[in-house]
């Protein structure tokens, strides 16, 4: 069964530092993908930034980038020159071939100006 | 706009009630997904659906209902309301299975049952 670790429930972050969150998954699939999503208070899920088991570089979008070990199994996101704006919940998912994603727990990320 | 419309956004329910809650995508997405969002936690799958006619259960189904008889049309149904069913809602939906951009979220169902 697929299974999505977040060990961190909460992070402060000066603004304009980078941040790292961190996530390790579990799957025994060959084929899988990974995904970060933010949850502001407002409550909506954005999707973030995406990477394929089989993808050979590590994904970056804009600020965002993971950091994929594959050997290691996680999936760390990173963001680079915080803003206040980034302030949310973070949440890293999988999906493999039971087409469906699962989520982890979260991580709180709060930006200090 | 396209995307995925739920309603209601909010509903206080008793214990014992029913309720159905609503989920259309315009998009014509094949998949589609209910997940619930207690205080704190993590999404959790309820069901899901890969086509009209077709669902199954995710992590946790009970006290719970789903149909798909339309492409479109999602609705998820609670029959006997119970206190650990107060939650947020989220229905959402892909094209295909493992999309780039993972899925389209509905903006939620904030469910009170007291």
């Known amino acids: 069964a697929q299974k999505i670790t977040q060990t961190q429930p909460g992070m402060f972050v000066q603004e304009k530092e980078a941040v790292t969150l961190d996530c390790t998954y579990d799957?025994?699939?060959?084929?899988?993908?990974l995904f970060w999503y933010k949850q502001p208070s407002s409550g909506e899920m954005i999707f973030l930034i995406y990477?394929?088991?089989?993808?050979?570089q590590n994904a970056t979008e804009g600020r965002y980038s993971l950091n994929f070990q594959k050997a290691r199994k996680s999936a760390n996101l990173v963001i680079s020159a915080s803003q206040l704006g980034d302030s949310a919940m973070y949440f890293c998912?999988?999906?493999?071939?039971?087409?469906?994603?699962?989520f982890g727990s979260g991580t709180r990320l709060s930006i200090r100006p | 706009n396209a995307g995925v419309t739920q309603t209601p956004k909010f509903r206080i329910l008793k214990i014992g009630q029913s309720m159905t809650l609503q989920c259309a995508q315009d998009?014509?997405?094949?998949?589609m997904y209910w997940y619930r969002q207690d205080p704190g936690m993590g999404l959790k799958l309820i069901y899901y659906?890969?086509?009209?006619?077709?669902?199954d259960k995710g992590e946790v189904p009970n006290g719970y209902n789903v149909s798909r008889s339309t492409t479109e049309d999602f609705p998820l149904r609670l029959e006997l309301a119970a206190p650990s069913q107060t939650s947020v809602y989220f229905c959402?939906?892909?094209?295909?299975?493992?999309?780039?951009?993972?899925?389209?979220f509905g903006s939620g169902t904030r469910l009170t049952v007291v």
């Open positions: 959402a939906s892909s094209l295909n299975r493992g999309r780039l951009d993972g899925y389209t």
């Open positions: 799957t025994s699939d060959p084929s899988y993908g």
């Open positions: 990477q394929g088991s089989y993808d050979q």
């Open positions: 998912a999988s999906y493999s071939s039971a087409s469906k994603i699962i």
């Open positions: 998009m014509n997405h094949n998949y």
């Open positions: 659906s890969v086509g009209a006619g077709i669902t």
